[in-house]
């Protein structure tokens, strides 16, 4: 089965609006985020996906603000400061959002590949990070 592994960091903030103590502030991390790809087939180009695609997705939450949808504090910032999940950040959340993107990514780039499997591992601190993966 093609497989590719990928890595990137990126830099953001978050706050979970639900959250009852210190993570409900605006806080920040240094995220690394490993992907692993498979698809049954390789793309025309012989990729299971160009790693462009891959950076684009994930520096768009570079350098930004990442807060769930609806939360009042996105009102008072500049649009492009802000990202917008459907649910409160964690990086639990984010991992299996992470990996729906990705897979969704991977599907709309490699229409041939068949079946697509993403697994993701978003690593928040040295101490700390979450897995999630989806499949297309
Ligand atoms: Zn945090």
Redesign the pocket.
Known sequence: VPTVYFTRTFQAA?R?SGHLGK?SRI?G?NFALEVEIETDELGDDGFVVEFDYVKQLVDEYDHRLILKDGDPVADHLPADWVVLVPDDPS?EFMAGYLADQLATLVRLKNSDGGEVYVEVTLR?TDSIAASGCAEL
Do not use: W
């Open positions: 978050h979970l993570c806080h991390h990086t928040e």
